[in-house]
């Protein structure tokens, strides 16, 4: 059950994230696991309410990146 839940969570990463994107939280994600963690958590939330319409370039993941270390 897990298992099929991480890959559906990759699976709408994909969807709304640019591969720059992508990229640029993969080398994130080697420093600050956590922080990455609790973006994609906030992204699928906003994509499952339907509020991301297009993919997030690597200038808005840094932004949302920034805002959120900064709390």
């Known amino acids: 059950?897990?298992?099929?839940?991480?890959?559906?969570?990759?699976?709408?990463?994909?969807?709304?994230?640019?591969?720059?994107?992508?990229?640029?939280?993969?080398r994130v994600k080697l420093v600050k696991p956590e922080l990455v963690s609790q973006l994609e958590d906030y992204l699928i939330k906003l994509y499952l309410s339907g509020?991301?319409?297009k993919p997030l370039s690597e200038e808005e993941i840094i932004k949302l990146l920034k805002s959120l270390s900064s709390k």
């Open 1 to 26: 059950m897990e298992a099929q839940e991480a890959e559906e969570k990759r699976q709408i990463l994909r969807k709304i994230i640019s591969p720059e994107g992508r990229e640029r939280l993969g």
């Open 51 to 53: 509020r991301i319409k």
